[in-house]
């Protein structure tokens, strides 16, 4: 084997034990594969950084630009508004939910479709008194099952197509993906909808809806016992009668910056102390003003705004937020923006450091507490989602049409091979702006600098892996592995095998390094290699055994309150499914 072979393949298992990790986020990681490749010559200088200006980063870029005109112009809040009724029966409320999160993932990108629905989906939960876990997470796998349908509803698909135009000439057009992906949606969707749910944990917990509800949405919080406070001179214990009334758990208390042993439940409490509390966050309103605490930065935020319009709002982090891996105090959110983190919810985790100095995860829910009008835009620039009910109160004004029958014409002259569809899409983002329908300011928040990081990297090392021949060498063991074999084993195997890495690494780093052995894989058996390169699009998209493979499975890991090992006991019978439906429509459609 070529020393620069091994290199490479040294720093891919490199790459695959930090993104398994987590310690690092995903963007990092393979910026700095990309420039010790290049400082150890596995990649020439010259194209170092050519992955930048690739077709898929591109488009990447701009969907989920496309996807917020689409928001802020009212055309998904009309499909919600028309469609979603929380009173159904619990199995046609998520056919429906995941239904509506198919289509708009096909056409939006999938973690913009979640990040949509998701506030609907908790808010249906809360009304009728079930727990959020049972129909987040087959919403997650519906709008991962929807992005396979188009070319851009998932970043594996446009990896694919963009390798196919590099090595073969011709890009896959918008619906080639369509024939599959339609059959793995629908036959996906109706198992989500009909058993998938029922084989979450939480469907069989006898806990009860009402204690699922408090494990996912309860806070750490810290309040402040300011100088004139009734509780100053009771001790800790004293203030059980009042924490019980609010649903509030005083569990420490933090005396000039350093946590009190144990629950100091005898400790008497003096001015200036900080109690610990776990809570949701209208109990911790309630126990603010019955034990006659303050909130962190209260005289600060009544400074910037009444206190009638002091607000909370609850908000998911996802793995490329700005705040993931940082805490609060450490991004500057008080001082920049007016806003704190009152509290964070960690699936029902308790830990002694200060809230503000905590580190955040991709999956925490933070409580922000500021004034009102400041609270969505500081949500926006630390780059998490809110938890509230969106969508069914957008105003339309008007342009809804106007917005839709942009993109609609920009995908019919993609689709007709008249206008490149990075090109199309561009011009989209473009029209938005000029008309308002999506401000400049917008533009830059909505692009995921992260994945297009990512993608910039990754490009080059896929590119340096295939040259050194090192895909050649993955594709021979698979050939080796499935010797004598029909073509349909051949495809489930190469399917397994990308699905397995989707599920431990960035579904978007897969499609990268399973384009090239796909077509290797089909030169060595002499093949036409379009199924080779579907069966990579849709094992990569297909990560359902852990939280980390895609990003919409993070998001959902704190609302839900679900563990690391939740997802496998709905997610293993779904990969399942789709290898066995997906195979055989991959043949039928694209031939041997």
């Known amino acids: 084997m070529p020393v620069d072979q091994i290199l490479l393949f040294v720093l891919f298992a490199a790459v695959f034990v930090f993104l398994v990790w987590g310690r690092f986020r995903y963007d990092l990681v393979a910026f700095s594969a990309l420039i010790v490749a290049v400082v150890i010559g596995v990649v020439p200088k010259e194209n170092a950084f050519d992955g930048f200006g690739h077709p898929a ?86 709008t991962i099952l929807g992005g396979m349908i188009t070319l851009i509803g998932t970043p594996p698909n446009i990896i694919i197509a963009a390798y196919r135009e590099k090595n073969l000439g011709e890009s896959f057009a918008m619906f080639d993906f369509a024939p599959v992906g339609i059959a793995c949606s629908v036959v996906g969707i109706a198992f989500i909808a009909t058993v998938g749910w029922r084989l979450i944990p939480v469907a069989a917990d006898d806990k009860g809806p009402a204690a699922d509800l408090r494990d996912a949405h309860g806070y750490i919080a810290e309040l402040i016992v300011p100088q004139e406070s009734e509780s100053a001179g009771q001790q800790v214990a004293d203030l059980d009668d009042a924490a019980e009334e609010a649903g509030v758990t005083v569990i420490g208390l933090i005396r000039r910056g350093v946590r009190l042993p144990g629950g100091a439940r005898r400790e008497t409490i003096e001015p200036g ?141 993609a689709a007709l091979n008249l206008v490149y569809l990075p090109i199309a899409l561009a011009a989209v983002v473009a029209l938005y702006v000029i008309t308002d329908i999506v401000p400049l300011r917008q533009v830059y928040n909505e692009i995921e600098w992260p994945v297009v990081v990512l993608l910039g990297s990754m490009i080059p090392l896929g590119s340096a892996l295939e040259a050194s021949g090192g895909t050649a060498t993955i594709a021979g063991a698979i050939v080796d592995l499935s010797a004598g074999l029909p073509s349909w084993a051949v495809l489930t195997v190469l399917m397994i095998v990308v699905m397995s890495l989707s599920d431990l690494l960035n579904n978007t780093a897969t499609a990268v390094i399973g384009a090239p052995i796909a077509v290797d894989l089909a030169g060595r058996l002499d093949a036409n290699p379009d199924p080779f390169l579907m069966t990579v699009a849709v094992a990569a998209s297909c990560a359902f055994l852990t939280p980390i493979g895609h990003k919409n499975n993070t998001l959902i890991l704190g609302p839900g309150g679900y563990g690391f090992g939740d997802y496998w006991r709905m997610g293993l019978p779904l990969e399942i499914l789709i290898v066995a439906v997906s195979v055989p429509v991959i043949l039928i459609v694209w031939p041997l």
């Not at 995941?98 to 973690?111: D, E, P, Q, R």
């Not at 009152?342 to 830990?351: A, E, I, P, W």
Request: charge should be neutral; proline fraction near 3%.
């Open 57 to 142: 980063t591109i488009i990447v870029a701009v969907v989920l630009v496309v996807s917020r005109g689409l928001v802020n112009s009212g055309a998904v809040g009309w499909l919600l508004k028309t469609f979603v009724d929380t009173s159904r029966g619990l199995s046609q409320h998520i056919a429906i939910m995941a239904g509506i999160g198919g289509v708009l993932s096909a056409f939006m990108n999938n973690v913009a479709a979640l990040a949509l629905l998701m506030p609907v989906e908790l808010s249906a939960s809360e009304r009728n008194g079930r727990s959020p876990a049972i129909s987040l997470m087959p919403l997650s796998f519906a």
């Open 273 to 413: 102390d900080v109690l610990v509390v776990d809570a949701r966050a209208d109990g911790i309103d309630e126990f603010v003003g019955a034990a006659g605490l303050e909130l962190p930065g209260q005289d600060h935020l009544e400074e910037d705004a009444g206190s009638s319009d002091i607000a909370m709002m609850e908000v998911v982090v996802p793995s490329d937020a700005r705040i993931a891996g940082r805490s609060a105090a450490a991004v500057g959110l008080a001082r920049l923006h007016g806003v704190s983190v009152l509290g964070v919810s960690r699936q029902g985790k308790r830990f002694r450091q200060q809230v503000r100095r905590l580190t955040v995860r991709a999956g925490d829910v933070l409580l922000l507490v500021g004034p009102n009008e400041k609270l969505a835009e500081a949500a926006a620039w630390l780059g998490t989602l809110p938890l509230a009910d969106r969508g069914l109160g957008v105003t339309q004004h008007g342009r809804a049409a106007l917005a839709a029958g942009i993109f609609a014409g920009a995908v019919i002259l």
